[in-house]
């Protein structure tokens, strides 16, 4: 009986700090109710100076001008903006659902090495042409996935069903990877 009680107490421990895991298999970064993307290169050789100027370089190839720079400081080889992407993923019919990714993207470097951290994502879906986009977090998002309920009085704020707001997860995820390699290529880390 004994072994039974402690066994019940380990079962409930897991499933009270398994809260700020990924428990749906998406691989989504999702801790402390944030979204965010993070991931350190090695870049052997490359100063500081030069890994700077080639995150300063993405950008502008990125979003054909500097003006999504929001702050800057070349000697502490940091460098964050503001990035919009366009995000599809596969809806009723295998049909794409086209939507709008807006996300801050901070490139952090030093010498050998740079770390870039993605977050504060929002989305943006139009379900038909012409009518005002819905705009909701990634991190609204992954709480409807994830079953929690808004307090009384308050909507979701997601137009998708658990199913395809998986979908939009994955897109998400292959989004943000994607863009983890194209600043790699220009950045020239591994």
Known sequence: MRKLIILAFIVIAKITFAQNKDTIGLQTPF?????????T???????ITLLFNNSRSWFEKRYDNLDSIKM???????????????????GPLGMDVPSRAGMTIAIMSKDDSYS????????GYE???GKPRTYFTAEDLMNHVLGKKYPKGTI?????????SK???ESLNALV????????QTMGGK
């Open 116 to 123: 870039v951290h993605i977050s504060r994502i929002i989305l």
């Open 156 to 164: 979701d704020p997601v137009p998708f069903n658990k199913k395809r």
């Open 31 to 39: 801790a402390n109710g944030e979204v965010a993307y993070q991931k």
């Open 41 to 47: 290169f090695k870049a052997p050789g490359k100063s």
């Open 177 to 184: 990877g994607g863009m983890m390699t194209s600043i790699s």
């Open 72 to 90: 800057q400081n070349s000697a502490a080889g940091h460098l964050s903006g503001i990035g919009w992407e366009v995000l599809t993923f596969k």
């Open 167 to 169: 979908k939009a997860l």
């Open 127 to 129: 379900e038909e042409p």
